[in-house]
């Protein structure tokens, strides 16, 4: 007999993908979708997303690494947290889990409205404050929801407030606009345990089958990225996704470079994972800062059509350290130091769909926080 899990379908941020409750999946009979060797819970939720198929036609997902997520989500014991939650990636053309991907940036945005529904966090006027524990990262997130009252007699706003969704706020790569979610992370910096450069220098020399050597950026704020240049990928930084995509030679180079650059981090034989991430990088279009194209998953050929929040935060953190690939192409920045100087830096990072934002908090000499903006919607 089925057993029915209760789920919300959420778009956010550029991802999409539906939050679950730990306690309606642990809820599931353990005599159903259970293999050993995989965590049960995160198991669930892959086979509810549809994983191991291209296009998730059984499932909730949609055959994409941005649309193959899911977040389980409890109330938390830990001080200073809220809500605990954990980040499912799962895979698309094999069943299962990636428990290499860390954190979703764009995902997280959709948990403070979650929580306030699902009554794990009382909402409070004009704004709730959910405070969040990442399981996978030990990343600490603020996220700052619009909530309102309704109208009473004689047009009085009262009652419980209610998440807010419609708003004015645009964001790159998706339609329409939304309420303004903000997003506070706190403690990602060396999610490795290996610190923000963990092979310990700003640039490295990785060597690929050609013969040839590639410099990279081995950087980890939010997560851990490997950046090159785009001339050293033979890209100028304006192609599409959809030529990128098609451009096999381009996607086996790119997670050549990737899989290299993982040896060099510590991270060993990363086949088959898609952490870290690779990107390539150029100067600023628009009156952005460094400009990207942000591989999702070169093995899938998948470029993303837009920007992953995790990246966003490692891209602003690179520009910000002297000595990167990044920074050396990044404009209008303060680079010229061995340590970010103290304060908020706002990068600005055009990619397809336009740009992205982030605000890079650095102090006494060390990059500690960041902060966007997103807008959800509950489908």
């Not at 400009?291 to 995790?310: E, G, K």
């Amino acid at each position: 007999m089925a057993h029915a899990v209760p789920y919300t379908l959420f778009r956010s941020g550029t991802s999409k993908g539906p939050l679950f409750l730990r306690k309606a999946l642990e809820a599931v009979p353990k005599s159903r979708w259970f293999e050993a060797g995989v965590d049960r819970l995160e198991h669930i939720a892959a086979t509810l997303v549809g994983s191991g198929h291209p296009y998730g036609v059984d499932g909730l997902g949609g055959g994409r690494s941005s649309t193959n997520k899911s977040i389980i989500v409890s109330g938390s014991t830990v001080e200073g947290s809220d809500v605990d939650c954990l980040f499912v990636q799962s895979r698309i053309n094999t069943f299962g889990v990636d428990g290499s991907h860390g954190d979703c940036g764009n995902m997280v945005a959709s948990v403070g409205a979650f929580a306030i529904e699902k009554g794990l966090v009382m909402p409070a006027l004009p704004s709730t404050r959910v405070r969040v524990r990442s399981l996978n990262t030990g990343t600490r997130y603020e996220i700052k929801v619009q909530t309102k009252g309704l109208p009473g007699p004689g047009g009085v706003v009262g009652g419980v407030p209610r998440v807010q969704y419609s708003g004015d706020q645009m964001i790159a790569g998706v339609d329409g606009t939304g309420s303004p979610v903000v997003v506070t992370a706190k403690g990602m910096a060396g999610t490795l345990g290996r610190g923000i450069l963990p092979t310990g220098n700003a640039s490295d020399l990785v060597s690929v089958s050609s013969g040839r050597k590639v410099r990279v950026s081995c950087v980890d704020f939010s997560r851990p990225m490997v950046l090159v240049a785009c001339d050293d990928l033979g890209l100028t930084g304006s192609e599409t996704k959809l030529e990128l995509d098609a451009d096999t030679g381009l996607m086996d180079l790119a997670e050549e470079v990737r899989r290299e650059a993982a040896m060099k981090m510590g991270m060993g034989n990363v086949e088959g994972m898609t952490s870290p991430k690779i990107a390539c990088v150029s100067p600023g279009a628009g009156g952005a800062n460094i400009n990207t194209r942000y591989f999702t998953d070169p093995s899938q050929r998948d470029l993303h059509y837009a920007l992953a929040m995790t990246a966003c935060q490692c891209l602003g953190a690179a520009s910000l350290i002297d000595g990167t690939v990044a920074s050396e192409i990044a404009s209008g920045l303060p680079t010229d130091s061995l340590t970010p100087a103290d304060g908020d830096h706002e990068v600005i990072v055009s990619h397809p769909s336009g740009s992205s934002q982030v605000k890079i908090v650095a102090e006494n000499g060390e990059l500690v926080a960041a902060s966007y903006v997103r807008t959800v919607r509950k489908i």
